[in-house]
């Protein structure tokens, strides 16, 4: 088995905000971030697999990023997150339940579609905030 991973880039918006609370105890938490602020985000996806004797690839690094842009980046980039997304409805868009939910959509087209595993999202909010989900 051997890994490979592909880098796509957008912007979108969110909020840290639970709107059972109030502000007070929304800033307590989450401090400037409970309040609306946007991100140039990174996504990474690291899958898993058996090189092909005919290509030399685990998977086409063109075929990831077309499903990666089609899959999820057209759907979140220059959104607010909170609102705007679908897949993101009903829960709290933070990095880790952001990580989470890429993962539900691209685990089950990527083994389909491609043969390969799903291995690891990573997904960058900021140089210094990061969270890595392997699906497990």
């Not at 912007?11 to 105890?25: D, F, G, I, M, T």
């Not at 140039?40 to 990023?65: M, P, Q, R, Y």
């Amino acid at each position: 088995m051997i890994q490979i991973t592909r880098r796509e880039t957008f912007n979108a918006a969110h909020r840290l905000y639970n709107p059972r609370w109030s502000e007070e105890k929304n800033f307590g938490v989450f401090g400037p971030c409970s309040r609306v602020h946007g991100h140039n985000w990174e996504l990474f996806v690291t899958v898993e697999g058996e090189v092909s004797e005919e290509t030399g690839f685990v998977i086409d690094l063109k075929a990831l990023s077309r499903t990666m842009r089609e899959e999820v980046i057209s759907k979140v980039d220059h959104t607010y997150l909170n609102e705007d997304v679908e897949f993101l409805k009903g829960k709290l868009p933070t990095t880790e339940n952001f990580a989470m939910a890429v993962w539900k959509i691209l685990q089950p087209v990527l083994r389909e579609k491609y043969g390969v595993e799903l291995y690891r999202i990573k997904l960058t909010e900021t140089a210094n905030h990061f969270v890595e989900y392997f699906g497990k």
